[in-house]
């Protein structure tokens, strides 16, 4: 993992964090999977313990690094609901989950992500989406609509390694990524920042239905 000098500032000032994670953040660097890593992970969990959340929803989740970091940061009765296409992503998050101590907090579904969420009735006190770029613009609809009032609204990715700034915007992800932005910071129902840590999270609290 390349860290740019700001980076490594802040990872050095940040306080130790669970060997599991560490553990999770090796393999994926050896085997070049993509992670928010420990910077964001630590944003999450922040906001997180900020707003008491009890109720996670993961537009994606890989094998579960920041599910682990929403659960090391969250009540013994928080509920964490995964969701990936792979089973051995599935089978990987578990393996961790278990070492960590925080499995019973976490249902991991094989699903498509935007169905799952479909499917959950509670209202959700965070939902973090990191999906195909292309879909973005669905999964801000969709979760909205699932968020409850002063939830938050998390999503990956939202500089898309500077194509954002391109007067060339022809692939779908890129798109996806732009128009996920404007939804962000045109739709009244939420406020939304961009902190442009890593690859850019926006952060959107939801105002009103």
């Keep these: 993992m390349e860290l740019t000098k700001v980076e490594q500032y802040l990872f050095n000032v940040s306080p ?8 999770m953040e090796a393999y994926a660097e050896n085997t070049n999977f993509p992670i928010v890593g420990p910077i964001v992970g630590n944003v999450l969990g922040f906001y997180a313990r900020l707003i008491g959340a009890r109720r996670i929803f993961e537009l ?3 094998f579960g690094y920041s599910a682990l970091w929403f659960a090391l940061s969250t009540a013994e009765d928080a509920q964490i609901i995964c969701t990936d296409l792979s089973k051995d992503n599935y089978e990987r998050a578990l393996l961790h989950f ?6 019973d907090k976490i249902e991991f579904k094989i699903q498509d992500a935007l169905d799952a969420l479909r499917e959950v009735s509670d209202k959700q006190d965070i939902i973090f989406n990191d999906i195909e770029k292309r ?3 669905k999964a ?3 979760a909205l609509e699932k968020l409850r ?9 939202t500089l898309w390694h ?8 022809e692939d779908e992800s890129t798109l996806g990524v732009l128009r996920y932005n404007e939804l962000a910071f045109s739709d009244e129902r939420v406020h939304s920042i961009l902190i442009p840590l890593r690859d850019g999270i ?8």
């Design 202 to 209: 926006t952060v959107s609290v939801k105002i009103s239905d």
């Design 60 to 62: 994606g989740s890989g």
């Design 135 to 137: 879909d973005y613009p």
């Design 98 to 103: 278990e070492q960590a101590g925080v499995i």
């Design 16 to 23: 130790n964090y669970d060997e599991t994670l560490r553990k």
């Design 140 to 142: 801000f609809e969709l």
């Design 162 to 169: 500077g194509k954002v700034l391109s007067n060339k915007h």
């Design 149 to 157: 009032i002063g939830g938050l609204l998390i999503t990956d990715n």
